[in-house]
Nanobody, 124 residues
């Protein structure tokens, strides 16, 4: 089973950009579908983006389409989330997640390994 560590969070002004990265340990990274979720204070965890094992299938939450890009590098065991044109409503703790398949990509229960999260704060 992989272990996941996120990095790249921080404070940015509205309209700015951040790139989150999730590093996975272990040799089986390429067998996992990967996703990013986020949780804002007082709100439930919500789906942001997902990518299948090969990178050929990608899903986004409607509110981030055209602004966020998920990508993976199976040789480096990483999955990234490039976030552009950030908005204050993007403020949240962002979590990287891994699951055996991408059967239900927007559902948290689809993933069985989670990172510790990284804080993203967007000021207005």
């Amino acid at each position: 089973q992989v272990q996941l560590v996120e990095s790249g969070g921080g404070l940015v002004q509205a309209g700015g950009s951040l790139r989150l990265s999730c590093a996975a340990s272990g040799r089986t990274f390429s067998t996992y579908a990967m996703a990013w979720f986020r949780q804002a204070p007082g709100k439930e965890r919500e789906f942001v983006a997902a990518i299948n094992r090969s990178g050929g299938s990608i899903y986004y939450q409607d509110s981030v389409k055209g602004r966020f890009t998920i990508s993976r590098d199976n040789a480096k065991n990483t999955v990234d989330l490039q976030m552009n044109r950030l908005k204050p409503e993007d403020t949240a703790v962002y979590y990287c997640a891994a699951g055996p398949t991408l059967g239900r990509p927007t559902i948290a229960e689809n993933y069985n390994v989670w990172g510790q999260g990284t804080q993203v704060t967007v000021s207005s």
